[in-house]
């Protein structure tokens, strides 16, 4: 077998694992890879970016907008510690993620070296798992099964680290034909009694409340959500990151402490709270918990709650448990009457156009939804001063929506808007930050331009809400047309409106700024 | 409360990092924790004694349960699992305590591993009260410096 070196085996193993697009930035100890890889273009496309956070965001986005994993590719040293951010951010939204460090050649690991960094220590807390690779013929091995942990389960970020001397020498490519991993059990085995038991508790609940979290967005859910809500005229309520899961028209908002009006009704209502791959202790408060009659239903068992006798805990994948619940609920009747579901309604429109008449941001989401209606992927950051104003946008399918729930990262949109236009080129994609947040990543307005995307990027600038900040944005119109970007200024007063209308369908890379 | 925490896990490194890392992630002490090769090499078994509120104990091994590299993880309680720990110690006695030093071991079954003109090294297994105990009644006898492994532990049978 003609022997290759490890930097082809790379592409090789990543290539025939099915992965076509990476996100990197080259680097000392990754050179051979960024040496053979012309002859792997073809094969595989590399973004190039101009950071390595804006990297991990943008495989990020990648990944949320199609439910592939995305793909890092960076040096050792302050590239890899770039990535923290956005591998962070990964690890708190369950993004499954694939990151290939470059690493000092294993003679020197430890000894302070040229740009070496712990990376497997670095990222230990923050990867779902971490390895270091110490043979070239090890690498695929490593690979796909660093992808499969990523890819399976509750998904997360995995990181393999690769030393200089493994990506020069030369092997044989050998794939290994299944990954073999036995203590890794992706499918927790469910027993049968904690289903029935399900059932039953069900049947015995007058006001069931379903809460449905990230943990819940695959596309074989969200057909047997809807069929399963309209059976049985249950309302549903959705995280941040599952905004979308459940059609606008049929859900009731979004839980949290800043989540819509009905959502609080409704869990003031409720006498048994199902919550399916959601970590619902986190997303609200204790008070609103307690004494209430809970479902807990999670892949991940540290999400489980088994010290309340109160709270029945399901250890399974939601698409298996969903799947249960549509074929085998028989006949059952809430107490919920159509005549309050559809006031709860109504009230929380009341309350909505309220907010948004007085909050100008919450104002332009929800133009920007009225403008661009469906099929648009829209990206955005954690704010500051408002917390979670993407509510107002009505998105109509989780792939739709790339926030950054957990982490809250500052930054995190517009890169991540890159990575969905990747994923999705026919889609339009919408990123939309304050100013402060825009900061974080706008030299990636470069890549966008270098790769001839069309993307429109909201900046929403204002004048820091803390007079000890004395921030003051740059002007970002001239900005982005420094980068060469197109680039619109309009103040928010009456003809904001058109002035999207106007804007918004333009081809290109075009930066709208709106002065608030 | 305390809690006597045995892992079974790939006999790898980096394991023992990321494991005594969820403890370190939650501001948790490890009193004693002790790690070795089991009759099949690729694994290693470790066991860590904590205290900490159960809840919280129970979000840990819900963690470990999850980590890759662990096979089993099992929290055994003190009154249904054996406990053993070992201890060295080296006393330099004076010319009159040179006997009862030897009593001493006698009555606590410990062995005499070294001898020099001047010091004994004596070995003892047992529960951590009892290796306590004998720590004490040396200390006046020219204990000069003592070493133990920590605790290791193996659940009894079941009663049927």
Redesign the interface.
């Known amino acids: 077998m003609k022997k290759l070196l490890g930097a082809e085996i790379f592409f090789e193993s990543l290539y025939d694992l099915g992965i076509r697009t990476i996100f990197g930035l080259p680097g000392g100890y990754v050179l051979k890879i960024y040496d053979v890889m012309p002859s792997y273009a073809k094969k595989i496309n590399h973004i190039l970016t101009r950071h390595e956070q804006a990297a991990t965001h943008m495989a990020d986005g990648f990944s949320r907008a199609s439910g592939l994993p995305g793909i890092i590719l960076c040096t050792s040293g302050p590239a890899a510690t770039n990535t923290v951010t956005g591998i962070s951010t990964a690890y708190m939204d369950s993004v499954p993620m694939l990151i290939l460090t470059g690493q000092v050649p294993t003679p020197f690991l430890g000894s302070d070296a040229f740009q070496e960094a712990d990376h497997?220590?670095i990222t230990?807390?923050t990867t779902k798992?971490n390895t270091?690779v110490r043979k070239t013929k090890d690498l695929p091995k490593a690979i796909s099964e660093a992808l499969h942990?990523a890819n399976t389960g509750r998904k997360g970020p995995v990181l393999v680290d690769m030393p200089k001397d493994v990506l020069i020498s030369e092997s044989e490519y050998v794939m290994p034909k299944k990954v073999s991993?036995?203590?890794?059990n992706e499918n927790p085995k469910t027993p049968k009694k904690s289903l029935s038991d399900f059932k039953n508790k069900l049947l015995q609940s007058k006001k069931p409340l379903l809460v449905f979290g990230r943990g819940s967005c695959y596309k074989e859910n969200k057909k047997n959500i809807s069929l399963f809500l309209k059976k049985y005229n249950i309302p549903s309520l959705t995280s941040l990151l599952s905004l979308g899961l459940v059609d606008s028209k049929d859900s009731f908002g979004m839980v949290g402490p800043h989540g819509s009006y009905s959502s609080s009704k409704l869990l003031e209502e409720t006498d048994h709270l199902i919550s399916v791959g959601c970590d619902i202790r986190k997303i609200l408060r204790k008070k609103d918990l307690l004494k209430k009659n809970m479902t807990i239903v999670d892949i991940?068992?540290?999400v489980?709650d088994?010290?309340d006798k109160n709270n029945l805990s399901i250890n399974i994948s939601s698409i298996n448990f969903i799947d249960f619940m549509l074929k085998n609920i028989g006949p059952y009747n809430t107490e919920w009457t159509h005549s309050f579901l559809k006031g709860l309604k109504n009230e929380n429109v009341k309350k909505e156009n309220k907010e948004i008449s007085k909050n100008k941001k919450a104002f332009i989401f929800r133009k920007l939804s009225d403008i661009l209606g469906d099929d648009v992927i829209l990206c955005s950051d954690f704010s500051y001063d408002d917390v979670n104003l993407q509510q107002f946008y009505k998105f109509n399918d989780y792939k739709n929506s790339v926030l950054s729930g957990g982490n809250g990262t500052p930054g995190y949109g517009f890169p991540a808007a890159i990575g969905a236009k990747f994923s999705r080129p026919k889609n339009k994609v919408v990123s939309i930050s304050s100013g402060n947040n825009f900061q974080f990543n706008m030299q990636e307005m470069i890549v966008a331009l270098e790769q001839k995307l069309d993307l429109t990027v909201i900046v929403i600038n204002e004048k820091s809400s803390n007079k000890n900040l004395k921030y003051k944005g740059p002007d970002f119109k001239l900005l982005a047309e420094s980068f060469g970007a197109k680039a619109y200024q309009f103040s928010f007063d009456s003809k904001i409106e058109s002035n999207l209308k106007k804007t918004l369908n333009l081809k290109g890379l075009i930066l709208i700024e709106v002065i608030m | 409360m305390r809690h006597i925490i045995s892992i079974l896990v790939?006999n790898e490194p980096?394991v023992l990092?990321?494991v005594s890392?969820l403890f370190t992630?939650r501001g948790f002490n490890i009193e004693s924790l002790c790690v070795a090769e089991t009759e099949n090499p690729s694994y290693s078994r470790l066991t860590l004694v904590t205290s900490g509120e159960?809840?919280i104990i129970?979000?840990i091994i819900?963690?470990f349960?999850?980590?890759?590299?662990?096979?089993k993880v099992v929290d055994l309680s003190e009154s249904e699992s054996i406990q053993r720990e070992l201890l060295i110690a080296r006393v330099i006695p004076t010319k009159t305590s040179r006997s009862e030093v030897l009593r001493v071991a006698d009555i606590f079954r410990s062995n005499v591993i070294d001898v020099g003109p001047k010091s004994y090294a004596l070995e003892l297994t047992g529960t951590k009260d009892k290796l306590e105990a004998f720590v004490e009644i040396l200390r006046p006898l020219g204990l000069k410096e003592v070493t133990r492994t920590g605790l290791v532990s193996i659940a009894r049978e079941k009663k049927k």
């Open positions: 497997i220590g230990r807390s798992h270091l942990i991993l036995p203590n890794y991940d068992k540290t489980l088994s010290t | 790939d980096g990092a990321r890392g992630a159960d809840w129970d979000q819900k963690r349960e999850n980590m890759i590299n662990v096979i």
